[in-house]
């Protein structure tokens, strides 16, 4: 299956969310911020919206661990708090199903063994040794940990390519804001024009990433915001959108006026950003094979299925509860590693790409700042830099005052201008 048959429309959700930003016609909107508490609760905090560019020189909010997060995640009242929105959590209500059936099984058997088996002397007892239990165990437990070990190892990779992403995404814009020189008539300290179309199409290269990784995406509807009319219509009339954008950024690179050395970095970020098209596709089409998690359904399914047979001679009407609390533990575990095999439907792909997006459009908008103020630092060189003491005891003045001295006669402020200078 291609990645063509994946490509969903989301319809009506909205395509800002946490900590959004959009550039809207030459103008900067901050729009509102949504975090999560530690239930996973949505709560959105309205923010004003405006045509001043000042909305993106605000800090960037955290969507997702903050400090105050992380303190509360490592507090011991963790334990209780889990265990009081136990029957909230997604694995439980996945697991519903499945819990209620082995806890029929325990019932079936229960009611079979006390009110079948002391009436009828031809009624056999099902009862089962707990031989069976003790010498498969290792093997379930084999089987588990493999299927968590893999899928979190595709977690893992998942993010750090969309970290990735993140990163190069910002060197990218970082070099094109150095490097690609303005005509000296227009002035040095003005941006390139090329600068912004490498801003806008490297937002609109990730927001195609994610729409093409992530179902019920409407990826028009995202580049309404970044791209013009016939830019939007010739992406969606490609046939592989990221590759359509990585391409426009290789003309615009090739059209920059870089030299050999900085185009080479550049295009490493562009050879980045095609690999990681290929990593989030592989992630999506190719989950770990199939026969490891058929054989471990099976196996489970036969395991908790027999186990109540085992535990009634020990354990008695406990037995329900009992049986139940394992399954839960056991399919719990397998159905973490189920939810966590494909994480692209589980990482907030809408949020890094608006954090990317606000993160470009800043860089962009604050370019001919950092311009300036790198010149006037050059000019202002050490500026008026003297050495800061520390002085010990009452004791030492003598010495010290000695070797302020010294510092003071070795080290004079010089302007960066006479280094050169002498070079």
């Known amino acids: 299956?291609?990645?063509?048959?994946?490509?969903?429309?989301?319809?009506?959700?909205?395509?800002?969310?946490?900590?959004?930003?959009?550039?809207?016609?030459?103008?900067?909107?901050?729009?509102?911020?949504?975090?999560?508490?530690?239930?996973?609760?949505?709560?959105?905090?309205?923010?004003?919206?405006?045509?001043?560019?000042?909305?993106?020189?605000?800090?960037?909010?955290?969507?997702?661990?903050?400090?105050?997060?992380?303190?509360?995640?490592?507090?011991?009242?963790?334990?209780?708090?889990?265990?009081?929105?136990?029957?909230?959590?997604?694995?439980?209500?996945?697991l519903t199903q499945s819990l209620l059936t082995v806890g029929?099984?325990?019932?079936?058997?229960?009611?079979?063994?006390?009110?079948?088996?002391?009436?009828?002397?031809?009624?056999?007892?099902?009862?089962?040794?707990?031989?069976?239990?003790?010498?498969?165990?290792?093997?379930?437990?084999?089987?588990?940990?493999?299927?968590t070990n893999s899928s979190y190892d595709r977690f893992v990779e998942v993010t750090g390519v969309w970290s990735g992403l993140g990163n190069r995404a910002r060197d990218t814009m970082r070099q094109c804001i150095s490097h690609i020189k303005q005509d000296e008539s227009v002035g040095v300290e003005e941006l390139h024009p090329l600068a912004g179309a490498m801003c806008r199409w490297t937002v609109a290269y990730v927001r195609a990433l994610k729409c093409e990784v992530v179902q019920d995406s409407n990826l028009r509807k995202e580049l309404k915001q970044v791209l013009t009319d016939e830019e939007a219509e010739a992406m969606m009339n490609s046939r592989h959108r990221p590759a359509f954008a990585v391409s426009i950024l290789t003309e615009l690179g090739a059209a920059a006026p870089l030299n050999e050395s900085h185009r080479i970095r550049l295009d490493e970020n562009l050879t980045y950003f095609e690999d990681a098209v290929g990593?989030?596709?592989?992630?999506?089409?190719?989950?770990?094979?199939?026969?490891?998690?058929?054989?471990?359904?099976?196996?489970?399914?036969?395991?908790?299925?027999?186990?109540?047979?085992?535990?009634?001679?020990?354990?008695?009407?406990?037995?329900?509860?009992?049986?139940?609390?394992?399954?839960?533990?056991?399919?719990?575990?397998?159905?973490?590693?189920?939810?966590?095999?494909?994480?692209?439907?589980?990482?907030?792909?809408?949020?890094?790409?608006?954090?990317?997006?606000?993160?470009?459009?800043?860089?962009?908008?604050?370019?001919?700042?950092?311009?300036?103020?790198?010149?006037?630092s050059t000019a202002a060189g050490a500026g008026s830099y003297t050495p800061l003491l520390s002085y010990g005891s009452e004791d030492d003045d003598a010495l010290d005052g000695e070797h302020r001295e010294w510092l003071e006669s070795a080290i004079k402020p010089r302007p960066i201008s006479d280094w050169f200078a002498e070079k």
């Open 279 to 376: 990593s989030c596709e592989r992630i999506l089409t190719q989950p770990i094979p199939l026969a490891y998690s058929r054989h471990t359904s099976r196996f489970m399914v036969i395991w908790l299925g027999a186990l109540p047979f085992g535990l009634y001679q020990t354990c008695g009407l406990a037995t329900i509860p009992i049986a139940m609390v394992v399954a839960f533990l056991l399919l719990g575990i397998d159905e973490i590693g189920v939810q966590i095999e494909e994480p692209l439907g589980l990482l907030p792909l809408d949020t890094m790409c608006d954090e990317i997006e606000g993160d470009l459009f800043s860089m962009l908008q604050e370019g001919a700042d950092v311009k300036r103020t790198a010149k006037m």
């Open 104 to 147: 029929a099984i325990a019932t079936a058997v229960c009611a079979y063994e006390s009110n079948v088996v002391p009436v009828y002397d031809l009624a056999p007892s099902l009862l089962m040794p707990t031989a069976p239990f003790d010498l498969t165990s290792f093997a379930l437990a084999l089987l588990l940990v493999f299927r």
């Open 1 to 94: 299956m291609t990645m063509r048959l994946l490509r969903c429309q989301r319809g009506q959700q909205s395509p800002t969310t946490c900590g959004g930003f959009r550039r809207r016609r030459g103008t900067v909107t901050r729009v509102a911020q949504q975090t999560r508490n530690l239930e996973g609760e949505v709560i959105i905090t309205p923010s004003t919206s405006g045509t001043n560019v000042e909305a993106y020189r605000t800090p960037r909010q955290l969507d997702d661990f903050t400090f105050k997060r992380w303190k509360e995640h490592r507090s011991t009242s963790r334990y209780n708090r889990h265990i009081f929105a136990l029957f909230a959590s997604s694995v439980f209500q996945q």
